[in-house]
C-alpha cells in the first residue's frame, strides 16, 4: 500500500522525526498517509477543510439525499476565503518507503520513529 506525504516545499530530502507543532509534548514522529485518503492533503497547509464520504454503513436514504449528484467517492469542502490559495498553490506529493511506518488505524494514517528519505517526489 504507497504511503505519501504532501507538502508546498517541493526540496525535502529526509523527514526527521518531530512532535506535532500543537503538542509539542508529544512523541517526535514522521507521518505519512495511505493511498485512498490521500485527498485530506490535497489543500494547502493549515487550510480549515472537512471531507466526507459513503460507507458500507451508510443507510440508503442518506446515499441517495447526499451522494445521487455526487461523482466522486469523496467530497472536500472548503471556506471561500480560501479558494484563491487553493487553486494557486502548488501541492507536492512525497512517495513514502513503507517499512517502518505503522498505522494508527484512523483514517489511513501512519507514524515512524524513523528518519525518512522519500522515495521520489
Same mark, same amino acid.
Given at each position: ?5 504532501? %507538502? !508546498?516545499?517541493? %526540496?525535502i530530502?529526509?523527514?526527521? &522525526?518531530?512532535p &506535532?507543532?500543537?503538542h &509539542? !509534548?508529544q512523541?517526535?514522529? *514522521?507521518?505519512?498517509i ?9 489543500t494547502p497547509?493549515?487550510?480549515?477543510r *472537512? /471531507?466526507?464520504?459513503?460507507?458500507p ?5 442518506d ?6 449528484? *455526487?461523482?466522486g =467517492?469523496?467530497? /472536500?469542502a ?8 487553493? =487553486? ?9 518507503? !513503507?517499512?517502518?511506518f505503522?498505522? /494508527? ?5 501512519h *507514524?515512524?520513529?524513523?528518519t525518512?528519505?522519500p /522515495?521520489?517526489?
Open positions: 500500500m504507497p504511503l505519501y506525504h504532501f %507538502s !508546498e516545499d517541493p %526540496s530530502t529526509t523527514f526527521v &522525526p518531530r &506535532p507543532l500543537a &509539542p !509534548e512523541e517526535s514522529l *514522521v507521518w505519512a495511505d493511498e485512498w485518503h490521500q485527498p485530506m492533503y490535497f497547509r493549515d487550510c480549515p *472537512v /471531507l466526507f464520504w459513503p460507507l454503513t451508510s443507510k440508503a436514504h446515499l441517495h439525499r447526499f451522494w445521487s449528484s *455526487v461523482s =467517492r469523496m467530497v /472536500l472548503i471556506e471561500w476565503a480560501w479558494f484563491e490559495r487553493l =487553486r494557486t498553490t502548488q501541492i507536492y506529493r512525497y512517495t513514502m518507503p !513503507e517499512e517502518s505503522v498505522s /494508527l488505524n484512523d483514517a489511513g494514517m *507514524v515512524s520513529g524513523q525518512i528519505v /522515495l521520489r517526489v
